[in-house]
Structure formats: structure tokens, C-alpha cells
């Protein structure tokens, strides 16, 4: 880190999510973008991450390589959102180069969330699948609910996001089921993605995932408890991507203070109960 803040390289620049991280790390105070990248054979190789991202020079170019932009920017905290298979190869450069990563990709099967906790003993890694503050807190009460509501209440999730969104359930579903799940002694055997052909009564201890595709949805997340006579929900809403960057900005602010290991948004929000 410098007197001029945390150096902050953010890769796939191009990208909706890329450069709404660009503009967002650019806007916010305490960091600033030192890099970028971009796959090989990227029409924005070589362009400025600033204009890729439509904000203005930043008199920094988009590389097609991590370890080489990693060399030559020497940032604190690499920032991505790309995907499960191309992030898995950053986490492993930035394990390699020593340096911090904030990734907020989804998609990741548990092999590859099992290989992500591994290089992480070697460098502080914050992995999370939606970096919102507003929706760790929503996870956080989820559990906190179905603690306090008990096994008499019937619990579904439903999600809707935009029809380019490649994973389903999302992860921040899977996330808020997980969360259910601990809350009251269940796991993922109890985890419904789809009542399709599905014949008899609804069993008590499943934890319901029903997903939407369409339109340009960013985010939308309501977990249902189901009683005699009464129903809770509680929903969270994203307009905007920036609320996800916002949080990985706060995500990269924290983990350079931390030692080696795999964090989540609710270690960085304070939100983690510790035995």
C-alpha cells in the first residue's frame, strides 16, 4: 500500500461487471485502479481501462495477461468477477505472486470452492458470491428467522435475475439456503432446486429453490416461510450493480489487514458468529 492508496487491479475490464469495478474503485477513496485485464484476443487489449469503462483516461492499458499485469502494476488486491473456471486460474496467480484477491464470481461446483480454500492458506482471499452489504445482512437474518420461527414453518427461496445469467439457483440462493440450513440442523440433502414430477406432500425439512430468468433483472432474492395462518418474507432487490462493486471495494479495504486465508462478506461486515 502507498500514500496513495490500495492499488487495485480488476480483471475482465470489458465486461458489464468489470467496468462498473473500474468506475466504482476509480470514485471511491483509498483505492485506485493500477490495472486491468482482459482474455487474450479481447477487442480492448491495449485500450485504456478508463475509456474501456467509459470514464476517461486513466493512463492504464488492458493486458491479456494476470501474471504479467500483476509484474508490472504490483497491486495490493486483485478484484474479480469473471467466472468460476477463469477465476479459479486468477486465484492461483495471485496465490502465486502473493497477492490479495476479492472474488465475487458464482458458478463455483465444491471441488472448485475445495481448491480456492487451499491457495488461499497461502494469501488472504475474500470469496463471496454477491459482495452487496444489504444482502449478507439479509443472510444473516435468514438463518436469525428460521431459528426463531422453527421447523413448523416451510421454507422456499426464489430468485430472478436477467436471462444472461449463466448459474442456477444463484449462488446468493445457495447462500441464503446454507444459511437456513445451519440455522436449524439441515443441509444440502435437503436442498429442492425443482418439484418437477414431484407426487405427495411437500416434506417438512426441505429448504425450496425456485429460479426466474428474463429481462434485464439484476438481482432479486425473497426467502418465503411458510406457517399455519401466516407467512414471512424477506426480500432484497438490487437495481444497480454498483452496490456489488461498492462491496468489493470494502471487501479489498479489509482484507489487506488480514492474514492467509478464505473470507467471505460475512467476516468483512462483522457479521461472522466466532465460537
Known amino acids: 500500500m502507498t500514500a496513495k492508496g490500495i492499488k487495485v487491479l480488476i480483471t475482465g475490464v470489458s465486461g ?3 467496468a462498473t469495478l473500474v468506475r466504482v474503485v476509480h470514485q471511491s477513496e483509498g483505492v485506485r485502479v493500477v490495472g486491468g485485464t482482459e482474455r487474450e484476443g479481447a477487442p480492448d487489449l491495449g485500450q485504456d481501462v478508463g475509456e474501456v469503462a467509459r470514464i476517461g483516461a486513466l493512463g492504464v492499458k488492458v493486458q491479456g495477461d494476470l501474471a504479467g499485469a500483476i509484474a508490472q502494476a504490483r497491486p495490493d488486491v486483485v478484484i474479480d468477477f ?7 486460474v486468477h486465484a492461483r496467480i495471485c496465490q502465486e505472486a502473493g497477492v490479495r484477491l476479492v472474488c465475487g464470481s458464482t458458478g463455483f461446483s465444491p471441488d472448485q470452492r475445495e481448491a480456492l480454500a487451499t491457495l488461499a492458506r497461502g494469501v488472504p482471499m475474500v470469496f463471496a458470491p454477491n459482495m452487496s452489504v444489504g444482502v449478507n445482512v439479509v443472510m444473516k437474518l435468514a438463518g436469525q428467522l428460521a431459528a426463531v420461527l ?3 414453518y416451510d421454507v422456499d427461496i426464489l430468485e430472478a435475475h436477467h436471462r444472461k445469467k449463466k448459474d442456477a439457483p444463484s ?7 446454507e444459511e437456513v440450513a445451519k440455522a436449524t440442523g439441515r443441509g444440502p440433502a435437503q436442498f429442492r432446486k425443482s418439484r418437477e414430477g414431484l407426487i405427495g406432500e411437500r416434506p417438512a425439512d ?3 429453490l425456485q429460479t426466474l430468468r428474463g429481462g434485464d433483472v439484476v438481482g432479486e432474492h425473497t426467502v418465503y416461510f411458510f406457517g399455519e395462518g401466516e407467512r414471512v418474507e424477506l426480500t432484497h432487490r438490487a437495481t444497480s ?11 479489498a479495504r479489509w ?3 488480514q492474514p492467509p486465508g478464505l473470507y467471505d462478506m460475512q467476516d468483512v ?3 461472522r458468529e466466532r465460537g
Open 16 to 18: 458489464r461487471m468489470g
Open 82 to 88: 469473471t467466472s468460476a473456471e477463469s477465476s479459479l
Open 150 to 152: 422453527g421447523p413448523g
Open 171 to 177: 449462488g446468493t440462493a445457495l447462500g441464503l439456503a
Open 206 to 208: 426441505e429448504i425450496g
Open 241 to 251: 450493480r454498483d452496490q456489488f462493486a461498492s462491496g468489493a471495494v470494502r471487501a
Open 255 to 257: 482484507v489487506v489487514e
Open 269 to 271: 461486515l462483522g457479521l
